[in-house]
C-alpha cells in the first residue's frame, strides 16, 4: 500500500501537512495511550473492537467488514463495508448499526466495500485508507457521538452514505434483524432518520437506534435508496428487511476533506440532535481526539507499572484498555423508564465479568463500579430482575447462575458507598426464589427442584453448572444478609451455600483422581456421568467440564479440599487439571483455578501454572488474547494476575500470585494508593516464588489478604526468589467450614 499512501500525500499537501500533527498529538496525550495496542485480540476469537470509542462510551465507532463470515466482529483480514456506531467488545451477535461508508464514482449503494491499508488506532481514534476509492477514513468519538473525517485523494464524484440495514443476515435464533426504518434528508448538510431492529445473541426485544448526521460540507446533491433503487426523493420508509439509506453527493477537489458528526440516541430524533449539538460543538477532529485520548489517559494511569518492556506495556494497558470498553454509559438514553439513576447496558456478560472485572473496576473505577451496581438495582426496579445479561435494552441471556448477586456483594464487602442496598437484597432475594417466565432471559432456571432438594434435578438444562453457581450466589445473599442485619436470611442462605456438595459423588473416577460432580434426577438417584468437555445451553455444564464445575466453590474451598481427600490429593487434582488438558484458558468458569493450590498450601504451585499462561497466553499480537475477551473479562483476569494477586470475587479476600512487574501503583482513589514491590525481581521469571511478604510494614506469612488491609492504601511487598519456600503454605484462605468463620468478618 505505500505507492498508494505516498501519492495520496503529494496530493493532499497542505491538508496532510496539517493532518500529520497526529502523532504529536499523541505523545501530548499521555504515556498510556501510547501504550496500547487495539488490534491486540483482534484475531483468534478475541473479538475485541476496534474503533474510537471513550472509556465505557455508548458510541463505539469502527470498522464493519466484508468477508469475515457470518461472525459479527473485527479480524485483520477482510474489507470495509462501512463504519457503524454500535459495538460490542470481546463478544459479537449484536449491534453494528447506523453505517457510514464515503465512496467515490458512481454511486452503488449496495456495494461499497474497499479493501484496508495503513491501518492506525489508538485510543480514541481509527484510521485506515480505502484503496478502492483513494480515501482517508478517520474516526473518533465522544459518549454519544461518532465524529468522521474522510480526505479525498483525487478530485471528482465523491459520497458519503448512511446505511440503516445490516451486514450480517442469517436465520438462527441468535440473529440479529433489521425490521426496517426511515431515513430523511434535512438539508444538503443533514440527515436524519432511526433504524429497528430485533433479536441477536440475548434473543432481545426490538429496539431503535435514531441518528442525527451533520456534514461540514453541503451536498451538490442528495439522493435516498430503498432496495437496490435511487431516487431523488428526500424520504424514505421500509417496513421489512431490504436496504434503506441516502447519500450526500460531491464534487470532490483533489485532497479535500469533508468531516461528520453523528449523535446516536435509544430514545429520539431530538435526542441524537441534542447529542451532537452538545458533545461536539465545532468541527476541530483533532481536538475531539484529544479529548477521547485524555479520557482514556486518565483512566489507564489509575494503574503505573514499573520493569516491563515495551511489549510487556502494550499487553498490559491493552488489557486495561478492553477492561473499560463495556458495559456501557447509557445514561440519558434508556427508552424504557425515567430514572434519576445511571443506566448502564451491553452487560454481555456479567457471567464473564464477575470473576474479575467487576472487582478490577472496584478497585480503580470505584465511582465507576458504583454506578454500574446502582443500574443494576435499577434494572430490577422497572425490569422485575437483575440482568446477567442486558444488551439493547432487553435482559437475556442468563448463562449460569443470577451472578449480578456477586458484584452487589463484592460492591458491599468492600465497602462501596451510594448504592442502595436494601434494594438491591430484595432484588437477589427475587433471583432465589421467583422462578422467571422464560430462565434463559432471567432469573433462575430450576428453582423448583433447586430449593427443594437442594440441587437442580435432571432433565434441566445446565443443571451441574447451575447448581454450583447458585450455591455460590446464595453464599453472597447471605453476605449481605447478615451485614444487613437480617439473621433468617442470614443462617437460611449461608445452609443453600452447601449446595454444591448435593451432586458430588465420591465414587467417580475419572483418570486417577475420585470424587465428582454428577448429574441427579430428582428422586435423589443419579444419572449416568456428563463427559462432553464443553458443553451449552442444553447441556449438564456450560462451557466447561467436570474437572471445571467439580472445583467451584469458593465460598468452602477447605471442605472441597476434604472431600477430594485432603492437600496432597487435591494437588494430585490440579495438577491432573492442567496436565491433562482439561483446564481452559480461553473461557471464565476456570478463572479461579490456578490459585485454588493456595488453600493446599501449595503457592508454589499456583506460580507455575500463572506465570505459565500470561507467558504462553497472552502477547502483543493480533492473536494475543487466548479466547473471546467477553466484555474485557479475559483482559482483566490477566491484569489480575500480571500485578501478583487475584480477587475471589464477592468476598473481601485477594489471592497472592506472583508478580510481572517490579513495582505497580494502583490509584485507589481519594489520595489513596496501594503498592506491590517485587524484591529481587528479575523479568525472566525464574525468580518467580515469595520467599518472604509485608503488608502496610508488617510481617505477611499467608498468601492471601482482605480488601480492608488495602481500603486506605497500603503496601504489599515481597521478597523473590528461584526456589519454593515455605512461605504461605500454612494457613489458606477462608473458608466457610473454617473453625473461626464467621460470614461478617470484614
Not at 464493519?64 to 459479537?92: A, C, I, M, P
Not at 468437555?533 to 449438564?540: K, L, M, Q, Y
Request: glycine share 10%.
Amino acid at each position: 500500500m505505500k505507492p498508494f499512501v505516498s501519492s495520496m500525500r503529494r496530493a493532499l499537501g497542505l491538508a496532510i501537512a496539517c493532518m500529520a500533527i497526529g502523532a504529536p498529538l499523541m505523545a501530548q496525550a499521555g504515556e498510556h495511550v501510547a501504550d496500547v495496542n487495539p488490534f491486540i485480540g483482534e484475531d483468534w476469537y478475541g473479538e475485541v473492537f476496534v474503533g474510537a470509542s471513550v472509556p465505557f462510551g455508548m458510541v463505539k465507532l469502527g470498522p464493519d467488514l466484508h468477508g469475515y463470515g457470518n461472525r459479527k466482529g473485527f479480524q485483520s483480514t477482510g474489507e470495509v463495508r462501512g463504519f457503524t456506531h454500535l459495538h460490542l467488545s470481546g463478544g459479537s451477535g449484536k449491534y453494528d448499526n447506523i453505517r457510514v461508508a464515503p465512496s467515490t464514482g458512481e454511486l452503488q449503494p449496495t456495494d461499497i466495500h474497499s479493501p484496508r491499508g495503513d491501518e492506525q488506532a489508538s485510543p480514541g481514534y481509527y484510521a485506515t485508507d480505502l484503496t478502492r476509492y483513494r480515501v482517508k477514513a478517520e474516526l473518533t468519538a465522544t459518549r454519544r457521538t461518532g465524529m468522521h473525517r474522510y480526505t479525498f485523494a483525487d478530485a471528482g464524484e465523491a459520497h458519503i452514505t448512511m446505511d440503516l440495514d445490516l451486514l450480517g443476515k442469517g436465520t438462527g435464533p441468535e440473529t440479529q434483524r433489521f425490521l426496517g426504518g426511515e431515513i430523511k434528508v434535512v438539508s444538503p448538510n443533514e440527515i436524519v432518520g432511526v433504524g429497528r431492529y430485533i433479536g441477536g445473541w440475548n434473543e432481545g426485544a426490538e429496539y431503535y437506534v435514531y441518528f442525527d448526521m451533520v456534514t461540514d460540507t453541503p451536498a451538490n446533491a442528495t439522493r435516498t435508496w430503498l432496495g437496490k433503487q435511487l431516487s431523488d426523493a428526500q424520504q424514505a420508509h421500509s417496513d421489512i428487511d431490504q436496504p434503506l439509506g441516502a447519500s450526500l453527493d460531491y464534487q470532490v477537489k483533489a485532497g479535500q476533506a469533508i468531516q461528520a458528526k453523528v449523535g446516536i440516541s435509544f430514545v429520539s430524533g431530538a435526542q441524537a440532535h441534542q447529542n451532537v449539538v452538545q458533545e461536539i460543538a465545532g468541527w476541530n477532529f483533532d481536538a475531539v481526539r484529544q479529548a477521547a485520548a485524555a479520557q482514556w489517559n486518565q483512566a489507564l494511569g489509575r494503574i503505573e507499572i514499573q520493569g516491563a518492556n515495551d511489549a510487556e506495556r502494550r499487553v498490559f494497558y491493552t488489557a486495561l484498555f478492553h477492561t473499560m470498553m463495556m458495559p456501557s454509559d447509557h445514561t440519558g438514553e434508556n427508552p424504557k423508564w425515567t430514572s434519576s439513576e445511571p443506566y448502564y447496558d451491553d452487560f454481555q456478560a456479567i457471567w464473564d465479568t464477575f470473576r474479575s472485572q467487576g472487582p478490577l473496576l472496584t478497585l480503580i473505577a470505584p465511582d465507576r463500579q458504583r454506578d454500574i451496581v446502582r443500574s443494576l438495582i435499577d434494572t430490577y426496579r422497572h425490569a422485575g430482575y437483575m440482568p446477567d445479561a442486558r444488551v439493547g435494552n432487553d435482559n437475556g441471556r442468563t448463562q449460569g447462575g443470577s451472578n449480578a448477586d456477586v458484584l452487589v456483594a463484592d460492591a458491599y464487602v468492600k465497602g462501596l458507598k451510594g448504592i442502595d442496598y436494601a434494594t438491591a437484597f430484595k432484588a437477589m432475594l427475587k433471583d432465589a426464589t421467583v422462578p422467571p417466565a422464560d430462565a434463559r432471559k432471567e432469573g433462575r432456571g430450576g428453582l423448583d427442584t433447586y430449593n427443594t432438594l437442594g440441587y437442580v434435578a435432571q432433565p434441566t438444562e445446565r443443571a451441574g453448572s447451575r447448581t454450583v453457581e447458585y450455591a455460590y450466589d446464595d453464599f453472597t445473599i447471605a453476605e449481605l444478609a447478615c451485614g444487613l442485619g437480617h439473621a433468617k436470611e442470614a443462617r437460611l442462605y449461608t445452609q443453600h451455600a452447601g449446595n454444591w456438595a448435593n451432586l458430588w459423588d465420591a465414587t467417580q473416577v475419572q483418570e486417577g483422581v475420585s470424587g465428582f460432580l454428577r448429574p441427579r434426577n430428582a428422586d435423589g438417584s443419579w444419572a449416568p456421568q456428563y463427559l462432553v468437555r464443553r458443553g451449552t445451553w442444553p447441556d449438564f455444564y456450560y462451557e466447561g467440564d467436570l474437572w471445571t464445575y467439580s472445583l467451584y466453590a469458593p465460598q468452602d474451598m477447605r471442605k472441597l479440599v476434604a472431600m477430594s481427600g485432603g492437600n496432597e490429593a487435591f494437588v494430585k487434582r490440579l495438577d491432573a487439571t492442567f496436565d491433562n488438558l482439561h483446564f481452559d484458558v480461553t473461557n471464565e468458569p476456570g478463572f479461579l483455578i490456578p490459585d485454588l493450590y493456595l488453600w493446599a498450601g501449595r503457592p508454589d504451585r499456583a506460580v507455575d501454572r500463572i506465570v505459565t499462561f500470561l507467558q504462553k497466553a497472552f502477547k502483543d499480537t493480533r492473536g494475543g488474547i487466548p479466547g473471546n475477551d467477553d466484555s474485557g473479562a479475559m483482559s482483566s483476569w490477566y491484569a489480575f494476575q500480571s500485578m501478583g494477586f487475584y480477587p475471589s470475587p464477592g468476598q473481601d479476600v485477594y489471592l497472592i500470585g506472583t508478580p510481572s512487574f517490579q513495582h505497580v501503583d494502583i490509584d485507589l482513589g481519594q489520595g489513596k494508593t496501594f503498592t506491590i514491590v517485587a524484591e529481587n525481581f528479575t523479568r525472566d521469571r525464574v525468580n518467580r516464588y515469595v520467599q518472604s511478604a509485608t503488608l502496610n510494614g508488617e510481617p505477611l506469612g499467608k498468601a492471601w489478604f482482605r480488601h480492608g488491609d488495602i481500603a486506605n492504601g497500603g503496601t504489599l511487598t515481597l521478597v523473590m526468589g528461584p526456589s519454593p519456600s515455605r512461605w504461605g503454605t500454612t494457613t489458606p484462605p477462608p473458608s466457610m467450614s473454617d473453625p473461626d468463620f464467621a460470614l461478617c468478618k470484614h
